[in-house]
């Protein structure tokens, strides 16, 4: 339960037959209308601190047309039995416990209406199509996530020989200053590329190496201050 605390002046009395009241007025209406987003960003949050997959309003299972459906063999010595479609699916998932004094921080950054950056906004989305099988977009959000932190890092400290006004992600980690990943290129720069560019068919073993290059790069320059 969630307790809401507002001034008596805001809150008008609406009269019932038993003898009660319902507390009513625009401020009450108000707090129905902005409810949803106030949930909303919380969940984006957890998401983007945990790693735990809060796409609510993208379910991962969804239902199938062959879902419904069985199938049975006429022959001469009989009907068959009945085969039903495969459905077990096993998902496994290391999310960060979300403690008592994240769940504060959660709470005070969504009651200031303030979101994660941007980049950790790109890995939570990236977990998310990773989880759903949506590879192609995995490693695109995923790269992304890099591509920001690194086009900041560059802003602020200028890459050595690096002059290009507007880099492309390759340029930022081929000259970045800060460690990275011995494949960040092949295991992230270049499957971007390929799905980008040339349409490339993307795979789960594919897109898992690129959000854990990117989850390492991202929480190493831009860590997301929970405490």
Not at 18 to 44: A, H, K, M, R
């Amino acid at each position: 339960m969630m307790e809401i605390v507002l001034r008596d002046e805001l809150i008008e009395r609406r009269a019932q037959p038993t003898g009660s009241w319902d507390p009513t007025g625009p401020e009450i209406d108000s707090l129905f209308e902005e409810v949803q987003s106030w949930f909303d960003n919380v969940l984006v949050w957890i998401g983007a601190a945990t790693g735990q997959d809060t796409l609510i309003d993208n379910p991962i299972h969804r239902r199938k047309w062959g879902e419904g459906l069985s199938f049975r063999a006429l022959s001469d010595d009989g009907p068959s039995g009945t085969t039903w479609p495969n459905r077990m699916e096993i998902r496994v998932s290391r999310p960060t416990p979300l403690t008592l004094g994240m769940l504060r921080r959660v709470i005070a950054m969504s009651n200031a209406a303030r979101l994660p950056p941007d980049a950790h906004l790109f890995l939570r989305d990236a977990r998310g199509e990773l989880i759903r099988g949506r590879f192609r977009r995995s490693v695109i959000d995923a790269a992304t996530s890099v591509e920001l932190v690194l086009a900041r890092l560059h802003s602020r400290n200028s890459f050595p020989g690096l002059n290009h006004p507007r880099p492309t992600l390759g340029l930022l980690v081929d000259h970045a200053t800060v460690a990275l990943p011995v494949d960040t290129r092949d295991g992230l720069v270049d499957r971007r590329n390929d799905a980008i560019h040339r349409g490339a068919h993307t795979g789960r073993e594919t897109a898992s190496r690129a959000l854990e290059i990117a989850t390492q790069i991202v929480t190493q320059l831009e860590p997301l201050a929970m405490d």
